[in-house]
Nanobody
């Protein structure tokens, strides 16, 4: 079983920055893909970014590429999402998710992930 715990959400003004953290436990850290998704009220949960832990390869949604950076600290078994130049429309609950790298679906698809954190609220004021 994998446990994921997000932290770092909060209230920030438009144009500001936040760093989200996802602490993992329970399985071998290096064999997983870890993703960040977000869900705004009344909308579907959407892909934001992901990282293949074995290689460190990042993947981004077009809407955040160049502003968000996903990274990992293997020693701390933690994944980070640095979010810069935040926009009010990015207000949402942000979720950390995990899946095995091999034998699962695409890294971009939320249904590929079988482990989820509880979410952390990010509010961007205009």
């Amino acid at each position: 079983q994998v446990q994921l715990v997000e932290s770092g959400g909060g209230l920030v003004q438009a144009g500001g920055s936040l760093r989200l953290s996802c602490a993992t436990s329970g399985r071998t850290f290096s064999t997983y893909d870890m993703g960040w998704f977000r869900q705004a009220p009344g909308k579907e949960r959407e892909f934001v970014a992901a990282i293949r832990l074995s290689s460190g390869s990042p993947y981004y949604a077009d809407s955040v590429r160049g502003r968000f950076t996903i990274s990992r600290d293997s020693a701390k078994a933690t994944v980070y999402l640095q979010m810069n130049s935040l926009k009010p429309e990015e207000t949402a609950v942000y979720y950390c998710a995990g899946k095995e790298s091999v034998g699962t679906g695409t890294i971009y698809w939320r249904n590929s992930y079988n482990y989820w954190g509880q979410g952390t609220q990010v509010t961007v004021s205009s």
